[in-house]
Antibody
């Protein structure tokens, strides 16, 4: 079945960088974009950006430009999201999700299980 | 950027109730609107895409409607497993903004 499996929880110091990975299985990895969405504790969903795993082209939300880097490792069907200059308000669960759709409509399905990133001194 | 506003932010309802959640876009997004359900500690799951098309396997009590700037998600008869948070998301632009969510509580 189509599945996205993410890396484990991380505890980071302020100012550091974190890399979260998302390994895809059950479909042709290069056929679908991967998006990243985060959710701070008790808060809503915040879209961060997407990557085309085939070309490596990315599109980031303005809020994260200059601080986020999404990369694709095609041989191992894995997408990585690195966020730099971490602050306490970056504490959140980070999700990857596959873009799916047809006839110009797009939605996210499935999602990874989420990776908790805690930023604390 | 397109902004998505959901209302209410939370609601209390009973099993069997009809529940309606509203999502408004800051500009027309035609019918490029998705609805997701999220339960505590779990990733979101898509319920509705293209404003009114149900994802495979979603119970028929869930329905979506609307176009342009105003959309609704309706649960015709609330079931115990429907207590969750619901999010709308626009896919008209390539900045896939979500609404702030509606928590459906007992």
């Amino acid at each position: 079945q189509v599945q996205l499996v993410q890396s484990g929880a991380e505890v980071m110091k302020p100012g550091a960088s974190v890399k979260v990975s998302c390994k895809a299985s059950g479909y042709t990895f290069t056929d679908y974009f991967i998006h990243w969405v985060r959710q701070a504790p008790g808060q809503g969903l915040e879209w961060m950006g997407w990557i085309n795993p085939k070309s490596g082209v990315t599109n980031y939300a303005q809020k994260f430009q200059g601080r986020v880097t999404m990369t694709s490792d095609t041989p191992i069907s894995t997408v990585n999201m690195e966020l730099s200059r971490l602050q306490s308000d970056d504490t959140a669960v980070y999700y990857c999700a596959r873009e799916y759709g047809g006839n110009s409509f797009i939605w996210f399905d499935p999602w990874g299980q989420g990776s908790l990133v805690t930023v604390s001194s | 950027d397109i902004q998505m506003t959901q209302s209410p932010s939370s609601l209390s309802a009973s099993v069997g109730d009809r529940v309606t959640i509203t999502c408004r876009a800051s500009q027309s997004i035609r019918n490029y609107l998705n609805w997701y359900q999220q339960k505590p500690g779990k990733a979101p799951k898509v319920l509705i895409y293209a404003a009114s098309t149900s994802q495979s396997g979603v119970p028929p009590r869930f329905s979506g409607s609307g176009s342009g700037t105003e959309f609704t998600l309706t649960i015709s008869s609330l079931q115990p497993e429907d207590f969750a948070t619901y999010y709308c998301q626009q896919s008209y632009s390539n900045m896939y903004v979500f609404g702030r969510g509606t928590k459906v509580e007992i």
